[in-house]
């Protein structure tokens, strides 16, 4: 069993930047690639990054350049930087490692 918190999220002005944070307890963290995904009202959960078990990284046409996905493995934590943000960013963001998600944390973007 993994656990997945995310936190970070918030209501930000169209522009501005928020880092999401998502804590993992369980199982040895470093040996999952974890994944953020995104669910907006109405409308299907969506990838929007990923990072590998060595560090690699994935992002979703949609927010590449926009956003960094990076891994503290001492921490147990993975996280989402997001820039220029945009009201369309709005949504509700999941931390995923397999088949364990975190809870959400919500991003409102406002324009």
């Known amino acids: 069993q993994v656990q997945l918190v995310e936190s970070g999220g918030g209501l930000v002005q169209a522009g501005g930047s928020l880092r999401l944070s998502c804590a993992a307890s369980?199982?040895?963290?470093?040996?999952?690639?974890m994944r953020w995904f995104r669910q907006a009202p109405g409308k299907e959960r969506e990838f929007v990054a990923a990072?590998?078990?060595?560090?690699?990284?994935y992002y979703a046409d949609s927010v590449k350049g926009r956003s960094t996905i990076s891994r503290d493995n001492a921490k147990n934590t993975v996280y989402l930087q997001m820039n220029s943000l945009k009201p369309e960013d709005t949504a509700v963001y999941y931390c995923?490692?397999?088949?364990?998600w975190g809870q959400g944390t919500q991003v409102t973007v406002s324009s």
């Open positions: 995923n490692a397999d088949d364990f």
């Open positions: 369980g199982r040895t963290f470093s040996g999952y690639a």
């Open positions: 990072v590998s078990r060595s560090g690699n990284t």
